[in-house]
């Protein structure tokens, strides 16, 4: 019988058949993406999916989509028009089999999150990376406690991150095989990032770049011109409607409601801060991949320029991160410097009844875990982040150095220019964050992901005919970190769901009392999600001016007691982070009048 199988050879007939080897690898790597998503939403069925944070600001606008068949935008706090309308349309879509329900908006991220890593992939593999660097590339952007996390979520993030990367990846093709319709592709993907995150527009950035840039070096700048109209003028277009409120009625400063108001010198401290933080969140993105770039870094050299290149940006900006580490006592450690997501091992913010205590925003009682695996996380994020700035200078300087190669293809040049619109738009993107925004949270710096890991994948790691046993060695490690990252991102989003379905757990308690939505406190997504259902315009009003209307509350959640408040009971739920430790929610009852 083994005998018959060899002789069948069936692997060989399935790939002849129907799939080349190539394609038959590609369709692996695209199920493997889908393995950590499925995993999720089958270990987390037992937690009921509720608003969380920014949630009902977009569940309650596609609700209206789904029920009335009309866009309604619903304002952020009465002050922000965010441009939700290819995310709710996204969440309509998904909910359009089963109905409305916020399991299946969930559902709809978690989808969109496995869309975007399967582009990220695609997009590696175009720019030339290898079936094994693409997947663990794409691997190692869908495991990470910020994409994975937001995939449990109705925030905007993840989907406007996904649009992204098929933009990246609709653009590669474009400008790697010169096809006006591939940069079309590239344009949708675009504008629909747009459409759920205005930041994302910079992703036409890279595109720009690249067909510039090829076309100084080949002199075809009418054929760049169409390249540019046909990557650029839909997102530019969409933006424009966007901003005069066209398609999202709203405040007519778009842009301006997030620019910064004065830029003083406590703005530029601020802004170190955030650069430095941005930087360790940057090497934690990459973190999994570290094996990865060690064995670049161990390459025998191309040439002595770009090794000297590759030295002086690794040094140094090791040497200024890590200087910063060490001067400060190690104390701004990577939860200290960007805690909103991160910090006490959870996806905040939470703005319980504790809003007026910044301490506790991100806290979900007593989750945390020390500071000595923090502080050995960040040194690791330094290292990546020092040894990625390398490998940026090496791509820049083979650019510079490729057209003087003779036999250079138009191809392999268009791949460099690409990449160096990759590492160009980042940069841009950076600053961009920097200059306009006032508060540059943790996940904000998603915005990098689709132009990160496509670069990394893109990389030729190993050398032509490289030691088997260095690449599967190369490979083990980046799969343990790789599950290591995914282990810690399992546990936290396990957390925030228990937490959530906890607190919820009383909002019913409380709804079966009689009580309305006016009555108690239970924060700003649930009681946002219950008082939009009265009225779509969330601020305040005459009589409660508070954000969500929480000022006329006689009962609170909050996760400690608080002043003027007496303490009903206590909720417990069992955190993983925690090492299975009891952890315990406060029912407040507001004493006097």
Not at 58 to 74: F, M, N, P, S, W
Not at 118 to 129: K, T
Not at 509 to 527: K, P, S, Y
Request: net charge positive; charged share 15%; with cysteine.
């Amino acid at each position: 019988m083994a005998g018959f199988w060899t002789r069948l050879n069936f692997q060989s007939v399935i790939w002849k058949t129907f799939l080349s080897r190539s394609a038959a690898l590609s369709l692996l790597a695209c199920l493997a993406l889908c393995c950590p998503i499925l995993i999720g939403q089958l270990c987390f069925q037992s937690f009921d999916a509720y608003a969380h944070n920014d949630d009902f600001l977009y569940a309650r606008c596609t609700q209206i989509l789904i029920d009335e068949g009309r866009y309604q935008h619903v304002s952020q706090h009465g002050q922000l028009a965010a441009s939700v309308a290819s995310h709710c349309l996204w969440g309509a879509l998904v909910c359009l089999p089963t109905g409305f329900s916020y399991d299946q908006l969930h559902l709809a991220v978690g989808l969109a999150a496995t869309l975007g890593v399967v582009a990220i992939y695609l997009a590696a593999r175009e720019l030339g990376g290898s079936h094994r660097i693409a997947l663990l590339s794409a691997m190692a952007m869908l495991v990470g406690p910020f994409y994975y996390g937001m995939s449990f979520t109705f925030m905007t993030d993840v989907t406007a991150a996904s649009m992204a990367s098929i933009a990246v990846f609709g653009y590669a093709r474009g400008v790697v095989r010169d096809s006006m319709a591939w940069l079309i592709v590239g344009s949708i993907g675009a504008s629909l990032a747009m459409w759920s995150r205005q930041t994302h527009l910079c992703v036409i950035a890279v595109p720009t770049i690249a067909l510039i840039g090829d076309a100084w070096h080949r002199r075809r700048f009418r054929r760049a011109a169409f390249g540019l109209l046909a990557s650029c003028a839909l997102p530019l277009l969409s933006f424009l409607v966007f901003e005069l409120g066209w398609l999202v009625p709203g405040d007519d400063a778009r842009v301006g409601i997030v620019d910064v108001e004065t830029r003083d010198l406590a703005w530029l401290k601020q802004t170190i801060v955030f650069v430095y933080a941005g930087g360790l969140l940057t090497g934690l993105a990459a973190l999994p991949l570290l094996p990865l770039l060690v064995a670049r870094v161990c390459r025998p050299a191309e040439n002595v320029a770009l090794r000297k290149a590759q030295s002086w940006a690794t040094g140094l900006v090791g040497l200024l991160w890590a200087g910063v580490f060490a001067v400060t006592g190690l104390r701004t450690y990577i939860t200290q410097a960007t805690g909103y997501i991160l910090y006490n091992a959870h996806l905040g913010p939470i703005l319980l009844a504790d809003q007026d205590d910044p301490g506790r925003w991100s806290d979900i009682g007593g989750v945390s875990w020390p500071p000595w695996i923090w502080q050995i996380v960040t040194a690791l994020s330094i290292i990546s982040l020092a040894l990625l700035a390398g490998l940026a200078a090496t791509s820049i300087g083979r650019l510079i150095r490729r057209p003087h190669e003779s036999g250079a293809v138009d191809a392999v040049l268009r791949r460099d220019w690409f990449i160096a619109g990759l590492i160009g738009c980042m940069l841009a993107a950076s600053a961009a964050l920097l200059a306009m925004v006032e508060m540059v949270y943790d996940r904000y710096w998603m915005l990098l992901y689709p132009m990160l890991f496509p670069w990394i994948g893109s990389q030729r790691i190993f050398p032509a005919v490289p030691p088997v046993r260095t690449v599967r060695g190369v490979t083990a490690a980046v799969a343990a970190m790789i599950l290591l990252m995914f282990t810690m991102s399992f546990v936290f989003v396990h957390d925030f769901l228990a937490w959530n379905d906890a607190r919820h757990d009383q909002v019913r308690v409380w709804l079966d009392q009689g009580l309305a939505a006016r009555d108690f406190d239970a924060g700003n997504g649930i009681n946002g999600w219950l008082r939009s259902a009265e009225d779509v315009a969330t601020h305040g009003r005459p009589g409660d001016d508070t954000p969500f209307w929480r000022g006329l509350a006689q009962h609170a959640l909050a996760i400690g007691p608080r002043p003027g408040w007496e303490v009903e009971k206590t909720i417990s739920w069992r955190s993983w982070a925690a090492a299975g430790k009891q952890c315990t929610l406060y029912v407040l009852n507001k004493r006097g009048p």
